[in-house]
Nanobody, 121 residues
């Protein structure tokens, strides 16, 4: 079993910044790609950013130029730096991880519990 712990959500004014972190814990796995998703009230969950093991990234059009995903492989941790936040960024943000079990090279997906980000003046 793999557990994803998220930190960094909160209330911020428009134009402000927040940094989210996601730390994976457990045993018997190797981290594959990781990502961040968000879900606003009344809307479907959407993918915000992904990052591969080698550091390749992809972003949703709505956050390009404002958000940046990164990772520290030794710590099995991913980060999401959010700058120039807008009210429509308000949502619950979820960490996502795809992991591999070396014993049989199987793949599994895990989700964090979600952290609330509210952008309001």
């Amino acid at each position: 079993q793999v557990h994803l712990a998220e930190f960094g959500g909160g209330l911020v004014q428009p134009g402000g910044s927040l940094r989210l972190s996601c730390a994976a814990s457990g045993s018997g796995f190797r981290m594959n790609f990781m990502g961040w998703y968000r879900q606003a009230p009344g809307k479907e969950r959407e993918r915000i950013a992904i990052i591969t093991t080698s550091g390749g990234t992809d972003y949703a059009d709505s956050v390009k130029g404002r958000f940046s995903i990164s990772r520290e492989n030794v710590k099995n941790t991913a980060y999401l730096q959010m700058n120039n936040l807008r009210p429509d960024d308000t949502a619950v943000y979820y960490c996502y991880a795809n992991v591999i079990r070396p014993v049989d090279i199987s793949s599994s997906s895990y989700w964090g519990q979600g952290t609330q980000v509210t952008v309001s003046s």
